[in-house]
């Protein structure tokens, strides 16, 4: 009884972010229709996230606010979301390894990669919390100029190696203002994701044999919000006997994710220009 | 005096300590085997209200195809096809499909479900989405992961879409419950792709394979096709067709 109380109240909340869902993702996807609109008012706009903190590669003191960081155009952020955490330990190994734990791990050498690579990396967790799927995907939406990786470690497939996924098809669509609802965000980036994808699946297939050629494509909850090119990087797998085997695969993971998202720089438009949408 | 009392009295004691510790591991027993029963009846039942699917010996014995995870590599579906006796109403019908994929194959690798999942109920709205609702057990049971979360969906899109062509779209609950993802991955907040084409007699072909496991497009607002032996009346799809309007 008091399960079902709770599943009820669970679905309530739910629902109600019904509102959230129309929170608008104005600057970073402006239409022509509303050229005017201030883009400094973007994060208003966005659901409640913790403001994450932003490691430049220069690791200036003092870095603007967040959220005010002036455009430099082009590609120069990556959004890293180490999934899971808290509560929520992901995929669990026989020898009580835990997906959450590995995922933060690799997050630090694919930042580390990254930033060799000159991208500036923010990070949707840095310890063993959990903030929600929106949360995350907020802190990626309010970057521009920024592409969003999720790692994940798989319960199933051939160990050592490993597959980067793209959303399945969305919807496309705005609504009157020209907006886009936030439970659709990933629409209008689908094809860039698609390149994003490949290119960084083809670093990782050159290393780890047996992995497919391709980005594959799945119905991935945290990509689905995200208003930026978004890809989903899975490890195989939490099955293995010793956590080393993971570990060792990280630093082959993160040069992957380095190299397919310099490679990907040029392909990048930055959204909001005119014409920039895909 | 007194001391023959207290014989008495220490005799008593003992008889009853002695009675107490021969009755007491045997009501004992008779607790557990109760509870053992009552386990079993709850077992059962969930067994009962999961399999209530009569099969009529008279239904035309048909192929289906059911998807399960190919034997060489665990990531890719392959179709097996098993004769079984199918009710031409497209509920029943796909009630008798998904209880044979939850059955699993001969194989246990070759699984895309959970063995103690069940499917609890089937309606099919007449435009054609269908809502699937399964036990808690296919979401806390499967493997938690991107790859084996699709599968699972993708397999259960798949066999509907192979053997139950009036099934358009799919909509998984579980436990009655709409829920945001099926094990921390896999969105279930919208449908799933089933069949792209317009419904079709049962008699005619298959529709060949299409892409699929994408929620889905906008529900049609008009249901101009309402599919036979439709269990729900004539309503729109409400909050269950992928959050459109909000």
């Known amino acids: ?278 | 005096m007194t001391a023959r009392w207290k014989v008495f009295l220490i005799a008593g004691l003992v008889l009853a300590v002695i009675a107490a510790a021969i009755y007491f591991p045997m009501l004992r027993k008779r607790v557990k085997r109760a509870a053992k029963l009552q386990q079993q009846s709850e077992e059962q039942a969930r067994r009962e209200l999961a399999q209530s699917i009569a099969v009529n010996p008279s239904d035309p014995r048909i192929k289906a195809k059911l998807f399960w995870a190919s034997d060489t590599d665990n990531s890719l579906l392959v179709p097996v096809t098993a004769e079984l006796p199918l009710s031409l109403d497209p509920v029943l019908r796909s009630k008798q499909v998904l209880n044979t994929l939850l059955a699993g194959p001969v194989e246990a690798e070759q699984r895309t479900l959970p063995p103690d999942a069940v499917l609890l109920a089937f309606y099919l709205l007449p435009d054609g989405t269908a809502i699937a609702d399964f036990s808690e057990a296919l979401a806390t049971s499967i493997p938690s992961g991107i790859a084996s979360e699709q599968l699972a969906v993708d397999s259960i899109a798949r066999t509907l879409e192979a053997n139950v062509p009036q099934v358009q779209r799919l909509k998984i609950l579980i436990h009655g419950q709409e829920v945001e993802t099926l094990a921390g991955h896999l969105d279930l907040s919208g449908t799933f792709v089933v069949n792209t084409k317009p419904v079709q007699p049962l008699s005619k072909p298959l529709p060949a394979a299409v892409e699929m496991n994408q929620p889905a497009a906008p529900a049609p607002a008009n249901n101009k096709a309402p599919a036979s032996g439709a269990l729900t009346p004539d309503k729109s799809t409400g909050k269950l067709a992928q959050p459109e309007s909000k």
């Open chain 1, 1 to 278: 009884m008091l399960l079902e109380v709770c599943n009820f109240m669970r679905a309530r909340t739910h629902s109600l972010f019904g509102p959230f869902s129309l929170a608008l993702l104005g600057g970073a996807l402006l239409s022509p229709l509303a050229p005017s609109q201030p883009q400094q008012s973007l994060p208003t706009a966005q659901p409640p996230a913790a403001t994450p903190p932003v490691s430049s590669q220069a690791g200036a003191p003092g870095q603007a606010p967040f959220g005010t960081r002036a455009p430099s155009g082009g590609l120069n952020i990556v959004v890293l979301d180490p999934a899971h955490g808290g509560t929520d330990p992901g995929a669990r190994g026989t020898g009580g390894i835990r997906e959450s734990d590995i995922v933060l791990d690799l997050a630090l050498q694919v930042r580390r990669a990254l930033e060799q690579q000159g991208f500036q990396v923010v990070r949707t967790r840095q310890g063993n919390e959990n903030p929600s799927f929106d949360d995350r995907s907020a802190m990626a939406n309010a970057q521009r100029g920024a592409v969003f990786v999720t790692l994940h470690v798989s319960s199933t497939g051939l160990p050592g190696t490993v597959r980067a996924y793209v959303n399945s098809d969305l919807p496309q669509g705005t609504d009157s203002n020209g907006l886009i609802p936030w439970d659709r965000a990933q629409a209008p980036f689908l094809g860039l994701s698609r390149k994003f994808g490949d290119l960084v699946q083809g670093f990782l297939t050159k290393r780890f044999k047996g992995s497919p050629d391709v980005a594959q494509t799945a119905s991935e909850r945290q990509l689905r919000t995200t208003a930026a090119p978004a890809i989903a990087v899975e490890i195989s797998s939490i099955t293995v006997e010793d956590r080393s085997e993971l570990d060792r695969m990280a630093p082959g993971v993160a040069d992957a994710i380095a190299r397919g998202a310099a490679a990907f720089r040029p392909s990048y438009v930055v959204p909001g220009t005119p014409g920039g949408l895909p």
